[in-house]
């Protein structure tokens, strides 16, 4: 999970031109959905990383679902240890013991040649879900260039670029100080207080934008958008599903930049 969280931040401040001091969330829960994408599960999945942020709502959907979870500890200079080894170890398990079908492997760096080229050879199907940036590994794996992370032509991988998806699973959580965004203050004292950050992404997500809000106190929350017509359609979509609740749009100026 941290590799892929890296390369995660590093390529949504890119695509979204933020800056590299944005707060940026990523939800395991969500990324886990889109993956699934309405699909049903041969077993409960596995999830391997070490401890996550405490917005993270992964951990809580997984074990209401009925997961299997490995969780471990960071050493002494915050790095995982022995996630690969045991992400390996689990890809072979399950290859070894069970019927072929589709394995998902949301992975960035390329530590599980091995373990793919045996599951592909046993007649699994093998989706990478990675980022552009990070695929070295998927590139590699069919490239003559690099010829021990070589498949024979007849091993295929299918790879998903999380890239065209992370509107659904990331959204930054900061001020903009930069004038520059359109802004619409969300009020109504209890009914925002009792609002999740999830059901904030909701009305993101069915827009296809970008999430960005903030807290700006409690009862209060700012919701930021790239242009005039994105802050309508979020109005629209929130008045139509959410009547209990008071819009207003705030009035920004451009900061002057020196």
């Excluded at 596995?46 to 709502?57: A, E, F, M, Q, V």
């Excluded at 960071?74 to 013991?97: C, L, M, P, Q």
């Excluded at 520059?180 to 009020?187: A, G, P, Q």
């Amino acid at each position: 999970i941290p590799a892929v969280e890296i390369r995660a931040y590093n390529s949504i401040c890119r695509l979204e031109n933020l800056a590299e001091s944005s707060n940026l969330f990523l939800d395991y829960g969500r990324l886990l959905e889109v993956i699934k994408g309405g699909r049903s599960l041969g077993q409960p999945p596995i999830l391997i990383g070490s401890r996550p942020p405490p917005l993270d709502t992964l951990w809580d959907r997984i074990y209401k679902d009925g997961y299997k979870v490995i969780i471990l500890e960071r050493n002494v200079i915050n790095r995982e240890k022995g996630v690969d080894n045991a992400v390996g170890h689990y890809i072979d398990e399950v290859i070894f013991t069970k019927t072929p079908a589709t394995i998902a492997l949301v992975s960035g760096d390329k530590d599980f040649y091995w373990n793919i080229k045996v599951a592909l050879e046993r007649n699994w199907n093998l989706e990478i879900w990675s980022w552009k940036r990070g695929a070295s590994f998927n590139d590699n794996i069919h490239s003559p260039g690099v010829s021990h992370y070589v498949l024979p032509p007849n091993l295929y991988t299918t790879f998903i670029p999380l890239d065209n998806l992370y509107k659904n699973f990331a959204w930054c959580y900061d001020k903009d100080n930069t004038g520059e965004m359109r802004v619409l203050r969300i009020t109504d004292g209890d009914a925002i207080r009792n609002w999740s950050n999830d059901d904030v992404m909701e009305c993101f997500v069915n827009l296809n934008l970008f999430g960005w809000w903030h807290r700006e106190y409690p009862g209060s929350l700012l919701l930021y958008f790239r242009n005039e017509n994105d802050k309508r359609s979020a109005q629209a979509w929130l008045n139509k599903n959410h009547s209990e609740i008071w819009i207003g749009e705030v009035v920004t100026r451009k900061r002057n930049r020196r």
